[in-house]
């Protein structure tokens, strides 16, 4: 192996009375994808901060690229020794052209101005060498995410960067926008470059990762080669306990499942779903598996109002009812937890206190028209210590937590309702995971007091972690169904012989 590129030794940082990091060591290498991996929380992103520029490190460690100590003075100082990164949410300007995001911050000018002509010709042989589908000319608002994290790798490498730091990239990708930034990285690791890639999808770090490093509160816990990199290894070592503990599932259903409490019936929409059939009973935990485009979130949508049904009805608790709005889904019991929870579930910049009662104000006003404070914060509490929601207190923005932990104030709103029903989609999406593993105990937990679950999920280990039952969906129609017995459960391997069709194709 060649000499290490970066070397990060005894790196601590800490922020008033809080040590968000403790001698933490990191070599990377040329020509390495280096995975690094932690809880929200475990200090990755405060690392790299420190290796970028943004933030400054505490007296005592040391930074060396190319075997020499460095002093990273800021942003600009992080690229001139050759670090680039790219985070999550996209640092690019829409208004502005390819070519001009580019040279952001390095422009060609000539006679005091702009040199478009320069900057439009030094950027194409780049764009060419990564395949890209536009021009230096383009308007970045013009691109698809896909294509403004090529602009964002082109920037990185136009400055001539040795080491490029990757924060959750996928986060916002198409499956196939994804496999060509995976050939991408790839094709840059063969040319040399050191890739730092920060991700929660173990798919990913298994598909891409040389290495892997793993942080934990703040300290170093672990660095495996590629032979070690294993579910259960990391898992372990980010949360601090075996993989057999991560899926909790101590309820029942045999034992305790009660009668149906929601029945939708040949429900569709006469486009994405084509007469479905759905029953959850109490108790009961059911997965709605598919894959992307199979019409699952749709159904989702037409039981509680939020699309019409063509045709179809909704029962609960053997009655029907007319759900025209999520408004009135919520009245008749059901609860529904979208996937999109920062655009179409929190308020970002409101209180996780008056998120958590956004949903049942109306309970909470004395004579009719003054609203009882004290109820709201009373509930709101018992709802951090039911949940393990971890914030300062009640009145801290949501916006400012962890998406664990987002995705639990969501959830409070949901249960402060008391629902019959409740509709999870995507509930551990963009969350670590521990906050996964404590977000499958708070469903086992619903589950075992006798809510009735629908659990929509990509993840396949998720669905057969914690589910009672599963149903597969294929080209909106349901394609099989499959119960867990003591003698039978089901696999992943039986979930996608119905989401492809190929267990007609055995079955012929």
């Known amino acids: 192996m060649s000499d ?64 020499k100590p460095v002093r990273i003075d800021g942003p600009l100082g992080g690229r001139a020794a050759g670090i680039s990164i790219i985070y999550q949410e996209l640092s690019l300007a829409p208004n502005l052209t390819v070519a001009e995001n580019i040279y952001l911050g390095r422009e060609i000018s000539r006679a005091g101005l702009l040199d478009r002509g320069a900057m439009r010709a030094g950027v194409g042989p780049m764009l060419e060498r990564l395949g890209a589908d536009f021009t230096p000319s383009t308007l970045v608002a013009h691109l ?23 924060d959750e990239p996928t986060t916002a990708l198409s499956a196939g926008e994804s496999e060509r930034l995976f050939a991408l990285i790839r094709q840059l690791r063969a040319e040399g470059l050191a890739i730092i890639y920060i991700s929660h999808r173990m798919d990913e770090v298994y598909a891409l990762g040389d290495r892997v490093t793993v942080l934990r509160d703040g300290t170093l816990v672990g660095s495996l080669d590629k032979p070690q990199i294993r579910a259960d290894t990391i898992v372990r070592l980010m949360v601090g306990r075996e993989v057999s503990s991560f899926y909790k599932k101590d309820h029942d259903p045999r ?3 009660g009668g149906a409490v929601l029945a939708a019936i040949d429900i569709a929409d006469g486009r994405r779903v084509k007469g ?24 989702a949508h037409l039981i509680i109002g939020a699309s019409p049904k063509t045709s179809g009805h909704v029962e609960i608790e053997g009655r029907a009812v007319n759900i025209r709005t999520p408004g009135e889904a919520l009245d008749a019991g059901i609860a529904y937890l979208t996937e999109d929870r920062k655009a179409l579930g929190l308020f970002l910049d409101m209180s996780c206190l008056d998120n958590i009662n956004l949903a049942v104000l109306g309970r909470d006003t004395k004579l009719g ?47 402060a309702t008391k629902p019959k029903v409740l509709i999870l989609d995507e509930p551990t999406r963009g969350v670590d995971v521990g906050a996964k593993s404590e977000i499958y105990s708070i469903i086992d937990n619903l589950a075992k007091s006798g809510t009735a ?56």
Do not use: W
């Not at 929601?389 to 009640?394: E, G, L, Q, S, V």
């Not at 017995?485 to 119905?498: C, K, R």
């Open 144 to 166: 698809s995410m896909g294509q403004r994290q090529l602009v964002e790798i082109a920037r990185a490498l136009h400055a001539r960067s040795k080491i490029l730091i990757m």
């Open 255 to 257: 034992a305790s499942r």
């Open 4 to 67: 290490p590129i970066l070397e990060m030794r005894r790196v601590s940082k800490s922020f008033f009375s809080i040590k968000a990091l403790r001698n933490v060591d990191l070599t990377v290498y040329p020509g390495e994808i280096h995975a690094l991996m932690g809880e929200n929380g475990a200090g990755k992103s405060t690392l790299m901060k420190i290796l970028s520029g943004a933030y400054r490190p505490d007296p005592g460690g040391e930074i060396r690229i190319e075997g």
């Open 369 to 415: 028209c003054i609203l009882d404070r004290d109820k709201g914060r009373d509930r709101a509490r018992k709802a951090f210590a039911a949940l393990g929601i971890r914030a300062a207190d009640t009145s801290v923005a949501a916006g400012a937590l962890s998406g664990g932990n987002q995705q639990k104030v969501l959830l409070s709103r949901l249960l």
């Open 453 to 508: 679950i629908l659990v929509i999920s990509s993840d396949l280990p998720e669905i057969v972690g914690i589910c009672d039952r599963v149903i597969v969906m294929r080209a909106g129609r349901i394609a099989g169904e499959m119960e867990r017995t003591a003698t039978s459960p089901f696999s992943q391997e039986d979930i996608m012989a119905f989401a492809t069709g190929m267990e007609q194709l055995d079955a012929s």
């Open 276 to 299: 479905c059939s759905v029953t959850v009973h109490a108790g009961e935990v059911v997965g709605l598996a598919g894959l992307i485009g199979a019409g699952r979130t749709e159904l």
